[in-house]
Nanobody, 117 residues
Framework: VQLQASGGGLVQAGGSLRLSCAAS????????MTWYRQAPGKQRELIAQ???????NYADSVKGRFTISRDNAKNTMYLMLDSLKPEDTAVYYC????????????WGRGTLVTVSS
């Protein structure tokens, strides 16, 4: 199973971006889908998660500005980033809990989001 994250880029403060993470391979079921980010010099942090039933959870730092969603038919999840701030600058990683012959976690390589002031 491979995860491909995309959609990062350079945006001005107040702008928006949409990240995608597509899974491919021998997938039977995808359970939780999660976005993390890691800013320069900081630890990786969980920012948004969506279960296979659609329940979402957000870090306080992004609540009300970011929206996570998923398309189960495409094995893809999205993260809409609105009202971006310079402190949102980070590499964004996706993680999925995938059932192939057992449940395993898989990570994407990350996509860089840079927010200029």
């Amino acid at each position: 199973v491979q995860l491909q994250a995309s959609g990062g880029g350079l945006v001005q403060a107040g702008g928006s971006l949409r990240l995608s993470c597509a899974a491919s391979g021998s997938i039977r079921v995808i359970s939780a889908m999660t976005w993390y980010r890691q800013a320069p010099g900081k630890q990786r942090e969980l920012i948004a998660q969506i279960t296979n039933s659609g329940t979402t959870n957000y870090a306080d730092s992004v609540k009300g500005r970011f929206t996570i969603s998923r398309d189960n038919a495409k094995n893809t999840m999205y993260l809409m980033l609105d009202s971006l701030k310079p402190e949102d600058t980070a590499v964004y990683y996706c993680r999925m809990l995938v059932f192939t012959t057992k449940f395993e976690e898989f990570w994407g390589r990350g996509t860089l989001v840079t927010v200029s002031s």
